[in-house]
C-alpha cells in the first residue's frame, strides 16, 4: 500500500510539472447539453486520482474480504478444538457407562456442529441402551442423511429397529448393508437370525448358504454347519405343513446326509411318510434310524406308533434287541419296563423295575411306576415307601424330554429346544442329573408337570 500511495503522488509531481509545458484546455461533454472546458492538466489529475480511488477500493476490498475468511477460518478452528475437547470427555464417560454425563455433552457438541457423524453415532446408542428408540431412530436416521453409503450408521439403525421390535424395517436396513458389501458377516448372521424369529425358512436357508461360504474360523464353521441342519428340518417341517412332501422329504435327506446322527431330520423324514400314507415305510424308517443313531427319543414314537397300530409285540421285540445289545444301559431297561406297565404286564414291570432301583438314587418316576404296581399287587407298605419316593403318581407315566443346554425339560418333543432355540438337545432320560452330568444326584424338579389331561 506505501508503494503504491509514493508512486500515486509521483505521478501527481509529474502531472503537475507537465501542465505547465501544456496550457490548452479541452471541452468535458456530460450529455449532449451538458459540458464545460477542462484544461488538460486537470483532465489528467482527475483521471489519474479516479484510477486511483478506483485501485484503492478494489484492494481496500480484498483485504476486508481477506480478514473476514481470516476471522471465519480462525472461529472455526476454535469452535473445531472445543468440539474435539467436548468430544473427548463425551466418549470417556461413554465408555465409563456414565451415560448422563456423556449425553450432557453430547448435546454441547450438537449445539456447537449439529452435523457432527461420531455424535449422532455414539449418542443415537445411548438413547438405544436407554431404550428411547425413536431418538435413537431420528439421531441415526440423522447420521445417515450424511452418508447413506456408510454401513456402520446402517448397522445401528438396524439394531435400533430389532430392539423397537420393529423388525421388518430392520431388515431392509440390513439388507442395503449387503447391497453395499454381500460379505458382512454380521449384517449376514442378524438378518439370518430375524428371519429365523420370524419363520422365514427359505430366506434363512439362502442367508446360511452364503454365510458358510465366508472365511470362518474352524470352529465358526462347525457351528454354522451344525444350523444348516437344523434350519434344513425346520424348512422341511414348514414345507410338509404346505403340504409338499417332496420338497419336504428332500431337505430332511440332505440333512441326514450332512449328519446321519441329527435326529430332527430322520423324524421329520418319517412323519413325511406317516403323511403320505405310508406306514410301514415310515416305521421301517424309524426302526433303521434307530438302529443307526441309538437315540431313545426315536424308540419311544416307535412305541406309540406300534401300540396304537395294535403291533405291541413287534416294539417289545425291538426293545428285547436293544437291551441283549446294551445290558448296562439304564435308561434303556427303564423304558422296556415303562412299557410293560404300559401294556398292564405287571410281573415283568416289577421284575424289570425293581432291578433298577438299587442302581440309580434319584428316579422319580421309576419310584412311580413301582408304588403304583405295589398297589396293584396289594404290597401297601412298599408302595408307600415309593410313592414317598416318587410322589404325585399318574396312571399313565409321561418322561419329560431334557435339553441338555439349559436344562429345560417338556413331556412334548420337538426338534428344537423351546428354551434356548438349539437342535437337537432334546435326550430321553427320566434319572436327574445335575448340569455336571454326575447321576442319581437330588436336583430341581421337571419344569413343566404333567397334567391330567397330558395323563
Known amino acids: 500500500m506505501a508503494l503504491f500511495i509514493l508512486i500515486f503522488f509521483t505521478l501527481m509531481a509529474a ?9 490548452g484546455s479541452v471541452v468535458f461533454y456530460l450529455t449532449r447539453d451538458t459540458s464545460f472546458e477542462l484544461s488538460i492538466t486537470a483532465l489528467i489529475l ?46 470417556n464417560a461413554y465408555l465409563a457407562k456414565r451415560y448422563r454425563d456423556a449425553t450432557s455433552v453430547f448435546k454441547k457438541i450438537l449445539a456447537l456442529d449439529p452435523n457432527h457423524y461420531n455424535t449422532l453415532l455414539r449418542l443415537g446408542k445411548i438413547y438405544r441402551i436407554e431404550r428411547n428408540f425413536n431418538e435413537a431412530i431420528r439421531l441415526h436416521r440423522k447420521a445417515r442423511s450424511q452418508d447413506d453409503q456408510k454401513i456402520e450408521v446402517l448397522l445401528a439403525l438396524s439394531h435400533d429397529l430389532q430392539d423397537a421390535e420393529r423388525y421388518e424395517e430392520a431388515m431392509q436396513f440390513l439388507k442395503e448393508v449387503l447391497e ?82 441329527f435326529l430332527p431330520a430322520h423324524i421329520g423324514l418319517g412323519d413325511t411318510y406317516f403323511y403320505e400314507g405310508n406306514t410301514k415305510v415310515a416305521a421301517a424308517l424309524l426302526e433303521k434310524s434307530f438302529e443307526m443313531t441309538g437315540d431313545l427319543i426315536l424308540l419311544l414314537r416307535l412305541e406309540d406308533f406300534f401300540i396304537e397300530t395294535g403291533e405291541p409285540d413287534r416294539i417289545l421285540k425291538i426293545y428285547h434287541q436293544a437291551v441283549e445289545k446294551d445290558r448296562q444301559n439304564i435308561v434303556l431297561r427303564f423304558y422296556l419296563g415303562k412299557l410293560y406297565y404300559r401294556l398292564e404286564m405287571i410281573d415283568d414291570a416289577f421284575d424289570t423295575l425293581s432291578d433298577l432301583e438299587p442302581q440309580v438314587e434319584s428316579f422319580p418316576d421309576l419310584h412311580k411306576i413301582l408304588g403304583n404296581i405295589h398297589v396293584r399287587r396289594g404290597d401297601l407298605s412298599f408302595a408307600v415307601e415309593a410313592f414317598k419316593k416318587g410322589l404325585k403318581l399318574k396312571n399313565r407315566v409321561l418322561i419329560p424330554f431334557y435339553c441338555g443346554q439349559c436344562d429345560f425339560h417338556t413331556v412334548e418333543w420337538s426338534g428344537r429346544c423351546g428354551r434356548c432355540g438349539r437342535w437337537n438337545s432334546y435326550v430321553a432320560t427320566p434319572i436327574l442329573v445335575d448340569k455336571a452330568g454326575n447321576r442319581g444326584l437330588v436336583v430341581s424338579p421337571y419344569n413343566v408337570p404333567v397334567t391330567k389331561e397330558s395323563a
Open 15 to 23: 502531472a503537475g510539472y507537465l501542465s505547465t509545458l501544456n496550457t
Open 46 to 91: 482527475f483521471s489519474t486520482a479516479l484510477g486511483g480511488v478506483v485501485v484503492i477500493v478494489s484492494l481496500g476490498l480484498r483485504e476486508i474480504k481477506n480478514l473476514f475468511i481470516n476471522w471465519k477460518e480462525n472461529r472455526k478452528k476454535k469452535r473445531n478444538a472445543q468440539v474435539e475437547a467436548y468430544y473427548t470427555d463425551a466418549v
Open 180 to 261: 453395499l458389501d454381500g460379505t458382512n458377516l454380521t449384517a449376514l448372521l442378524q438378518l439370518r437370525d430375524l428371519s429365523i424369529q420370524l419363520q422365514q425358512w427359505e430366506e434363512v436357508h439362502t442367508l446360511q448358504e452364503k454365510v458358510l461360504k465366508l472365511h470362518l474360523s474352524d470352529e465358526d464353521k462347525k457351528q454354522e454347519e451344525y444350523t444348516l441342519l437344523g434350519v434344513k428340518y425346520e424348512l422341511g417341517k414348514q414345507l410338509l405343513q404346505k403340504e409338499e412332501p417332496s420338497a419336504a422329504r428332500r431337505h430332511f435327506k440332505a440333512a441326514i446326509k450332512l449328519d446321519r446322527n
